[in-house]
Nanobody, 124 residues
Framework: QVHLAESGGGLVQAGGSLRLSCAAS????????MAWFRQAPGKERELVAA????????YYADSVKGRFTISRDGAENTVALQMDTLKPEDTAVYYC?????????????????WGQGTQVTVST
C-alpha cells in the first residue's frame, strides 16, 4: 500500500531552521507532483509550496517566499521542505501531499494521498 512518511518536524526558536522530508513508499506509478500544506489550530489547511514532478517548476505561498525551499530530495517521489528564518506564525502541523494537480498558480489536492502530518513549533 502506498503511503507517505514525514520527518523533520520539531521545536525551534524564531529565526531558526528546519528541514522536512516526505517520502512515498509502496507501489507508485511514475513520478508525482508533490506539495506541502500546513494547518494551524482553528485555521484552514493552506498550501505552502508545491513542485512539479520533473522538479523544474515550483510554487510558494506569499507568506513563505524567500524563506522556504521545496525540492526533490535525490529520489523519485521524495520531497523536502527547507524552512529558514522561521517565524512564530509558521507554527502548524505540516502535511505532505502527493499526486495532486500542479498549476502555475497553486496546487489542487483533489486526488492523491496525504501524509499524517508533522508538528512544527516556532517559539517567540
Amino acid at each position: 500500500q502506498v503511503h507517505l512518511a514525514e520527518s523533520g518536524g520539531g521545536l525551534v526558536q524564531a529565526g531558526g531552521s528546519l528541514r522536512l522530508s516526505c517520502a512515498a513508499s509502496g507501489r507508485t506509478v511514475g513520478e508525482y507532483n508533490m506539495a506541502w500544506f500546513r494547518q494551524a489550530p482553528g485555521k484552514e489547511r493552506e498550501l505552502v509550496a508545491a513542485i512539479f514532478w520533473t522538479g523544474t517548476s515550483t510554487y510558494y505561498a506569499d507568506s513563505v517566499k524567500g524563506r522556504f525551499t521545496i525540492s526533490r530530495d535525490g529520489a523519485e517521489n521524495t520531497v523536502a521542505l527547507q524552512m529558514d528564518t522561521l517565524k512564530p506564525e509558521d507554527t502548524a502541523v505540516y502535511y505532505c501531499h502527493a499526486g495532486g494537480d500542479y498549476r502555475n498558480d497553486g496546487y489542487l489536492p483533489a486526488y492523491g494521498i496525504w501524509g499524517q502530518g508533522t508538528q512544527v513549533t516556532v517559539s517567540t
